[in-house]
């Protein structure tokens, strides 16, 4: 009856490996709008993070922010890679974002909380050494706010949550920006 | 104070903020300058065994270096694609957390795992715990149904949904019975289970859970307001449930300490020791020696000159310097840089009306009961917490690191004088070992314990770089029972499984490891290890997404035969990684024998005395009472000098064979 090219144990594990692969894509398929939303706006909304990061190194940061910056830099790069990929597995369009967080045709995306106006972003452009830590760690705590209040208003939805990709990413972008706001208070009382 | 910010062009400030950077943080700052830097740059490791190997879910290439691969085994077809997590065991079982339940396998024989059950019961993260008979399981994700169906939970407010802790009766393992839930606000991404050693009647669990609090309309009392607006926040504090054992399902939350109160600000953890050592260095050689947050560095010469010119200005002088104004310089130094570094504190406190709120919630709580003592991981800070009444933790000490994203987990070495903390920067699904990621950036942070205090001594990340279609950060794992070293066999997720040596705190090494290629080298895919535990001279491993691994410790220039065996005489009931348990070694023969290795290995003997040794154990463990006893005593007494702690521990171990 059977055509063994393989094992019977290859066999089974050939099988296992397509309802890996199945099930992998089901996972994608119980997203909500409400999730794509999210995806999309906080690509746009950790782009700004990253022009803002983008800046310290020529604006005299101390060492402190210099570090943070840098982590700001790979973390949400990162992450903007992870909701790419969400959005990308989707089937959703997918924002892009070049080199320093400029993202084409997303001018401006002030909507979202948390977001900075561009005059904000020119004094911080124009801000130099402690005056530059200074607003930097004020801007950027309420920034990160900004991003606590989406994951917050995201899991008030209904149906929210059962795609397990997105719920791990949000609660990470959750916790993790809760974590460097603490972090970033403490900085300013330095 | 006479100089001020404007004594000094833009330029001296900022090349002075660039100099500190470089003393400071050295190649942290450049190596994570925007555009990346080429793999190259970690060339030693380059070598390495684990970088290249090729991808495949069941088939991807594997590195192993001093272990024994003696199976793997798939999950079963209900589970596979869903995430595999954390571990327990009890008996001859581990218990496996899945995101769609538990999994029990028998593993009696390592070689072929048995699976006794596949409970199916969604809840993410599924982290497990057992005492006795019960088997404590988290919920944290919003598909958690109270009654385990598979078809999550859609609306945001339901009264099906479970976000806490289940428990299970597994007197009969086959057939684990659902006995009661613990509903709590933040529901438990991970927990802990306190088995107080002066209490028998109950069993304490910690929950940490790390998600956004639930809405009061699902769980009556559930507030995520912050704790001035509203004093019963599930913001800012930990739940404690107590487990009757005499009736499980009257398990309540007891306390919800708040652990973190009054947490203003603690100072980063200090300078490793060798960092200090090259500040005293320089001082003692004369350099001038500023602080800057806390942290202090050497102040590069040629800046010396200009601020010293400054300074002499400033007091109307005109140079050259005196050996008196070298003097009254270095005495002003402080303050002149303070304000250089515009450390203008009334400034600065406009912006801090709003109290300092520290962390919200721990991420995992390791339990050290019979110490009395426990490590919090939370968010920001690493908490020393002394656990002596179950019911009423509190904070001993805290420590930050601005190296540090996300304090993770904790463990203790065995005889508690150490303890280490991860940093799971990115949250296990980011790429987080990449050539270009600092070392010092998701890695373990190690202290001593001193007094209650921690101190910082070093940091041990996987030497070897993975690529970027791997999510890797530092993870769970437990210490392995060699006695008198500390090992510590740990979770890099799809950087594999590392083991760390500890022992000398301040030089950390790796002596033993595994690892795969990624699941596909198309994308990231979630996988590798998310737990490795010792339990039994086994190394147990739950793989994400390739199931469950079991490996053994091999001989190696690192670890003998000796200490193999000397730790597989330690036999545990069961184990809860997250309550830590202390090893405790039987006197054996091959007990003396890993602690003559242990001379050997530290020069502390010579060669003839050692062989001289070794021999007389082996002939007195063919003698008969009488004679072994008085073998055992000579062999003792023939040793000359116990001024070497590894000399001591060995004579102590053969005195301890004499009866």
Known sequence: ?190 | MQLTLNDMSDFKVLGVFASIMLVTITATAQQTDDPAVEAGDMAPAMSDARVGLAPGLFDAGEAIWNLGHISTTQPPEQFVGVTNSDLAFMGDYAIQGNYNGVLIWDISDPAVPVLVKDYLCPASQSDVSVYENLLFVSGEGRGGRLDCGTEGVQEAVSADRLRGIRIFDISDIQNPNYIANVQTCRGSHTHSVLKNPDDNENVYIYVSGSAPVRPAEELPGCSGMMPDEDPNSALFRIEVIQVPLADPSLAAIVNSPRIFEGLVAPPRHGMAPDDVKAIEEARAAGAFVVEYSGRQAVLPDRYVAGLIESFLESQGKEGPATAADSVAFREALPSIFAEMMGGNAEENEEESDAPDPGPTQCHDITLYPEIGLAGGACEGYGLLLDITDPVNPFRLDAVADSNFAYWHSATFNNDGSKILFTDEWGGGGAPKCRASDPPEWGANALFMLNDGKMEFQSYYKLPAPQTPQENCVAHNGSLIPVPGRDLFVQSWYQGGISLMDWTDIANPIEIAYHDRGPVTDERMEMGGSWSVYWYNGLIVSSEIARGLDIFALTASEYLTENEIAAANTVELAYLNAQGQPTYRWPNTFVLAHARLDQVERAGALGADAISELRQGLTDAEAMEDDSRNAALMALVASIQDFGNARVLAAALAIAALAG
């Open chain 1, 1 to 190: 009856m059977f055509a063994l090219t393989q094992p019977l144990w290859a066999q089974d594990q050939d099988s296992l490996e397509a309802l890996y692969w199945q099930r992998i894509a089901e996972s994608r398929s119980h997203f909500v709008q409400a999730e794509v939303d999210f995806m999309t706006g906080m690509i746009a909304h950790h782009a700004q993070a990253l022009v803002m990061s983008a800046l310290a190194p020529n604006n005299g940061a101390g060492p402190a922010v210099s570090v943070l910056a840098a982590r700001i830099i790979n973390a949400q790069k990162d992450e903007i890679q992870l909701m790419q990929t969400w959005l990308r597995d989707r089937d959703q369009p997918v924002p892009e974002v070049h080199a320093g967080g400029h993202m084409p045709g997303h001018a401006h995306h002030h909507m979202m909380p948390g977001m900075l106006p561009e005059e904000q972003l020119d004094e911080l452009r124009n801000a130099h050494g402690a005056e530059f830590d200074r607003l930097f760690l004020t801007y950027m705590i309420t920034h990160h706010h900004g991003a606590v209040v989406m994951v917050r208003d995201l899991f008030d939805q209904d149906g929210v949550g059962r795609d397990e990709e997105a719920f791990r990413l949000a609660s990470a972008i959750h916790v993790d920006q809760i974590t460097e706001i603490a972090r970033m208070e403490t900085m300013l009382e330095d």
